[in-house]
């Protein structure tokens, strides 16, 4: 595992994320799955790193590429993916669905039996990266 110029550990971070998702054998470990199946399709060069480690979670799947683009969290009802700079993100097929009243953060909760937009959900994935890159 390498440290990176801001600390965070990375090369370790995918096998976690791997982890995360077969904790859950249900609906929530398969819709991470595909969610982060469908960033890496957005962004081939997105890198996933391990955050905010502690002893009430564990630590969060981040996606990031030149700043983060979204956090993956697994509670029991929902998979909630925060965008980070979501606020600033155009979202013309009203993914954002969660964190609405924040000034800077917006969030996707995808419910079981939800069907995700793949199609909109990439396109917002690379907006995201743009945004990182303007």
Known sequence: MV????GRQE????????????????WRGKTLSRLRTLIREADPEVVEEWKWVKPSSG?????????????????????????????????????????LEGKVRRAIDVHE???IDE????ALVRAAVALNLS
């Open 3 to 6: 440290a990176n110029k801001s």
């Open 11 to 26: 090369g370790n971070a995918s096998r976690l994320i791997d982890a995360r998702i077969e904790e859950f054998d249900d």
């Open 59 to 99: 630590g969060t799947p981040v996606w990031h590429h030149n700043g983060g683009i979204c956090t993956g969290e697994v509670y029991k009802g929902v998979v909630k993916l925060t965008f980070f700079k979501g606020a600033s993100l155009e979202d013309p097929s009203g993914l954002f669905n969660s964190s």
């Open 113 to 115: 039996g939800d069907r």
């Open 119 to 122: 199609k909109a959900f990439k």
